[in-house]
């Protein structure tokens, strides 16, 4: 037993063995693809019934038969016998080219039309399908005529083969008679297989129509004599174009001035144009074209006597003579609609265009001396004492007065810091000597508020004496006043401020502290403590609250 396999013991119970060297437990394949058609594998074909007849092989030339016997050689057409219709006709289409014929109702140009159609029949489904090939501006829908399916041949139920298809046969579908001419080498190949004769080839008439319209659109190809035509230029001049760089005596005026202009010629269609070249403060609008892009006469009055009185441009009916590449040259002098421009020099690719072109070497630029334009200082009128001087002043810069420009870094860096100091009124009245205010710097934007600290049974009323604001200094220009500053603010210094002079005698703990930590800021000299060691706080009323 030890010699023999497992498929060489009688298949009955108890003899069921596993197979020890066997490793492959696969089916095997009886199909494969070539071309793109499944094909069965030769002398692979393996049915679940054949794996029942096992043969045994016990010895050499010994030929042992089990239980079902022998088994039984397929005949040699078994294969393709076997092989089902959506296996061996997949992919494989029979194509007959034809045409029908369609008349047309009242039209002058034509009768009839032959319209050229594919009939395509799918041996593996028996269905067909009917398509007309696309013709460029036919005006016609074409494509698929007849979509794929079953088509029906008579009204008794029964249904178009591919024995109905031959060369020279007319087909009627749905109410449209077919004829074929041709067909493909591979669809003649099957029907002379199936024993079918099949005549030659026809040639697919053509439509009389189609073959006017071709007569009528067939091109032409001319030889022009020029070599420089309108079609020459725009595949080899277009996009360049001539640069000069001129000026202008503009002598209309009672002093002449010369304008800058850049002078622009277009090769692709002989058009130019001329630009201004603006400056800062000419006193000019800022149109960026002097003269729009046109083709323009060399001499506009020499036209012809038929030029129409309304039209503002000759056309090239009225005049022949028009401004060419040949007429410009730096340094020399055009005369353009009655103005004579200056060329003084032009840019790289102009020089290497007449370089090329007509050999000139001689590019050498001509310096134009212009006197400087000297500007007015702007003188600012005085102050007329309506609001204040910065307030006033922005309606001399402008038709609409904008509100003063600040510093932002400052308000944003001291915000909210405000120095207090308490001062009295240098007067020789006694009433006055026993009031006494507090004077509040604010360092955001240099302003000064001043607050009078009420005085029970004096008979003043205390509160806000001076609202919040600049101060200027006496005696300075009113036009450009100097204000107070920090560093005005000492141990006894005078503040003059609403026709008032204050003399300042203290400071609270907070300002102290700051004037300490910024001493060589403000360059503070003096004392704010009346010579004594210990500092007093200045008593604020409820609006001037704010603390640093």
Partial sequence: MSGLSRLQLPFLPGFSFAEPNETKFNCPQTLTYKSGCAIAVPNQVVSPLEHLQLESHLGEGKVHYLTYGKQKKAPSNHQSSTLPNFIKFDKKVLKFDAYFKENIQNSMLEEYRIRHVNIYYYLIDDTMSISEPVIENSGIPQGKLVIRQKVPKNNEGEFFSWKDLNIEEDITIYGRTYHIVDCDKWSREYLVSQGIHVPSSKQLPADPYFKKRQKDFKQHNFTTSSTEDKLWKLLNLDRQVLRFYCVWEDQDKIVSELRSFILQFYLVDDTMEIREVHKLNDGRDPYPLFLHRHKVPKDRSNVSSLFPIASTEPSE???????????????????????????????????????????????????????????????????????????????????????????????????????????????????????????????????????????????????????RMQIAKPNSNPNSPEYYSIQDFKLGAPVIAAGRQFIITKADDLTLKYLEEHEQKFKVNGEYSDGQTQKRDIQCGPDEATSL
């Fill in 317 to 467: 009916t009225e005049t022949e003579n028009w401004f060419k590449d040949s007429d410009f040259a730096v340094g020399k002098t055009i005369q353009i609609y009655g103005r004579n421009f200056l060329l003084y020099d032009c840019d790289e690719f102009t020089k290497n265009y007449y370089k090329s072109k007509f050999g000139v070497e001689d590019f050498h630029p001509i310096e134009i001396k212009t006197e400087p334009v000297t500007l007015k200082k702007i003188e600012t009128p005085p102050y007329n004492g309506f609001g204040s001087m910065e307030d006033s002043l922005q309606s001399c810069f402008s038709l609409v007065p904008h509100p003063p420009k600040k510093n932002i870094v400052k308000m944003l860096q001291n915000d909210g810091k405000v120095l207090r100091f308490e001062a009295v009124l240098n007067s020789v009245w006694p009433i006055d000597q026993s009031r006494k205010f507090i004077i509040s710097y604010h360092l955001a934007d240099d302003t000064i508020s001043i607050y009078e600290r009420p005085i029970r049974n004096s008979g003043l009323q205390g509160g806000k004496f001076l609202r």
